[in-house]
């Protein structure tokens, strides 16, 4: 698997749809802040997003979608006088999994939100802008528009598994997205997302999630991406914010981590599947990562 395959696989990525939405008039939707990265796409008609913590409002056309990748307030509006009413009781009195605003139905919404495992916030939602928008003109976004598009007709035509359906639908939707900011802006990542924009250390990126147990040095990577040493360290750092070695220490506890949280693997077979000889040496790494020793994050996992 490659970086951002590993990363959303280890983070047992999921997709749900929530009602869809029809608003006409003036009109405006408060809604609090979503437990989940929240996914809205603008079917037909148009309007205005604000999020608590931007300065200033994002326009919504037609076949425009959207990621909100932090639990931040937001309001849809059709207008800037327009006063917000509480998205709550209206979606709680959604008929036939349509929510329906003022007076008539100008703009059409669907939505939904993603779910993910332990350690999502630090793998990937904090290396994201706030606010991913994908306009419709965007280049290259056929493919989401692609996902969209199914994603209404298996929710007009309501097949068999059309739940399911659509739930794996907006994962593919979400990689889509992904990969267009990627392409589109890869100055507004961080961290690996920010490096699988940089073709040196995407690919220096995909040796070490290829074989992560492996005993790396920087030598045999930069050989491997032929570029020297020094150059390699060096723009490694630059653009994910670590050495690649450091980088690879983080990836193998993330990992083990996983495990621990999962399975009842031993720690020393932990160990020994992510590249340490022994457990005291996975132990000391784990510790100087994520602050804890493994037998107390095991614990801590099973009580949640």
Request: charged residues 25%; negative net charge; proline residues 5%.
């Amino acid at each position: 698997m490659d970086p951002l395959e590993d990363v959303l696989a280890l983070l047992d990525t999921r997709g749900r749809l929530s009602a869809s939405m029809v608003a006409g008039g003036r009109w405006a939707v408060r809604f609090e802040a979503p437990e989940a990265v929240k996914f809205n796409a603008v079917r037909r008609g148009s309007c205005l997003l604000e999020v608590d913590g931007l300065d200033e409002p994002i326009g919504l056309a037609e076949g425009d979608c959207y990621l909100l990748t932090r639990p931040r307030a937001f309001t849809l509006r059709s207008d800037p006088e327009a006063v917000p009413v509480d998205a709550g009781p209206v979606f709680a009195a959604a008929e036939d999994g349509v929510a329906r605003f003022g007076d008539g139905d100008d703009v059409f919404f669907i939505g939904g939100a993603f779910s993910f495992g332990a350690r999502a916030q630090e793998l990937l939602l904090d290396q994201l802008p706030l606010v991913v928008h994908v306009p419709a003109d965007t280049r290259h976004a056929e493919t989401v528009r692609w996902a969209l598009n199914t994603i209404d007709q298996e929710l007009k035509d309501r097949p068999m598994a059309a739940t399911l359906v659509t739930e794996q639908l907006a994962v593919v939707m979400l990689v889509h997205v992904l990969r267009l900011q990627l392409a589109r802006d890869p100055h507004a990542v961080s961290g690996r997302l920010a490096g699988l924009g940089d073709p040196v250390i995407a690919e220096a990126l995909t040796f070490l999630h290829r074989d992560p147990a492996h005993a790396w040095t920087v030598a045999e990577l930069a050989n491997g991406v032929a570029v020297s040493r020094s150059t390699l360290a060096a723009r490694f750092r630059t653009t994910v914010g670590q050495g690649p070695l450091e980088y690879l220490t983080h990836w193998r506890i993330e990992l083990a981590a996983r495990q621990l949280r999962d399975g009842g693997d031993t720690l020393a077979a932990i160990a020994r599947s992510v590249g340490y000889g022994s457990e005291s040496a996975l132990s000391v790494a784990f510790k100087r990562v994520l602050g804890v020793p493994p037998g107390d994050y095991r614990r801590q996992a099973a009580m949640r």
